[in-house]
């Protein structure tokens, strides 16, 4: 199957969608000292620029361009078919990559609070602008730390992939927080934070808009969730300014991240945000979303050794208990 008969196929037994078929050459080997294509002049390497934060010189901070070697293609319609009981669609989406400062060595925890916040500025004004496409069900934020976490180039970075699928664990996380509500009336991120905050023994950082803690049953050692304490279904929601905002969430993030980076070097920071209310969709689907779903990240660390049965069934096992891991990091001095 060549990479223009790459599509998308679902697996009736899980609902999941599978990408079937050989993608494109893979550019990111791991790249020479000194020639790495995420460094300032080395832009040529790139494809073209599609959004940047400048400095007042000209020259940018923070820059979004296409992936090299993108997973989805951006061209076409989805052109959803039937195959008697299967279901195919094309591999239509955009994947785009955020080169988050010029220097090349430096990591997040070592950004000012402002520079952390101009980040997050440019992956929600891209999130929104990829949610103006109403293909698009979903976009993926993601972050790869580390080699472990799979991270072959190490110049701070940030993947966005926006799909015509919702990921699965988020349609699962959809469907649990929608039934949560239909018999509570409540958000069940909102019950949560309130019984963390109750209980403190796995809170890692509070501010008064954000909060840090290890998951009641975490899959990873010192995995950490952040989540605005006011509830809100959606991250392009959140203010540009302000403590209740972007530069609030950028400085908690920042303390939790350097907190984490003393105990583990290798993790997957992803955003747990809301589908795309402007796709096509069936009528209906998600229709108390703004009252049952509350956006949040999720940092979860690497560890070389996974077990088999979480490698091939997701049944996971962390041989780190949450409130030890939130004690660890707690005790981690931050500036
Ligand atoms: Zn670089
Ligand atoms: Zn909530
Ligand atoms: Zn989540």
Not at 143 to 172: F, K, M
Request: net charge negative; proline share 9%.
């Amino acid at each position: 199957m060549s990479a223009a008969r790459r599509e998308m196929r679902q697996d009736p037994t899980t609902r999941t969608w599978i990408l079937i078929g050989q993608g494109p050459e893979e550019p990111e080997g791991k790249e020479a000292p000194g020639a790495c294509p995420f460094c300032p002049g080395r832009e040529g390497e790139t494809p073209p620029t599609i959004a940047a934060v400048t400095g007042p010189d000209g020259a940018w901070r923070v820059r979004c361009f296409p992936d090299r070697a993108p997973v989805f293609r951006i061209e076409g319609a989805v052109e959803r078919a039937g195959e008697g009981l299967y279901d195919r669609m094309r591999n239509v989406g955009a994947h785009e990559v955020i080169v988050e400062c010029r220097e090349h060595a430096r990591r997040l925890p070592q950004f000012s609070d402002a520079e952390l916040t101009d980040v997050l500025r440019l992956i929600q004004a891209r999130i929104a602008d990829l949610h103006r496409d109403p293909r698009f069900r979903y976009v993926l934020l993601f972050r790869n730390q580390g080699p472990l976490a799979s991270s072959l180039i190490d110049h701070a970075h940030c993947h966005l992939v926006a799909t015509c699928v919702i990921p699965r664990r988020l349609e699962q996380e959809l469907r649990w927080a929608k039934q949560h509500f239909d018999y509570k009336e409540r958000c069940l991120g909102c019950d949560m934070l309130h019984q963390e905050l109750r209980d403190g023994r796995r809170l890692v950082e509070v501010s008064p808009t954000f909060v840090a803690f290890c998951p009641f049953a975490p899959r990873f050692p010192y995995e950490t969730w952040v989540f605005p304490r006011r509830h809100q279904h959606a991250f392009p929601r959140v203010s540009p300014e302000g403590a209740a905002g972007l530069p609030g969430l950028a400085a908690l993030l920042r303390r939790t991240l350097a907190r984490l980076e003393h105990l583990v070097t290798d993790y997957h920071l992803v955003l747990h945000d809301a589908p795309n209310e402007q796709a096509e969709r069936p009528a209906g689907e998600w229709s108390t979303l703004r009252e049952d779903f509350h956006w949040h990240l999720e940092i979860l660390p690497r560890t070389p050794r996974l077990a088999r049965l979480q490698r091939e069934e997701e049944f996971s096992e962390n041989p780190v208990p949450p409130e030890d891991a939130a004690a660890a990091l707690r005790d981690v001095l931050v500036a």
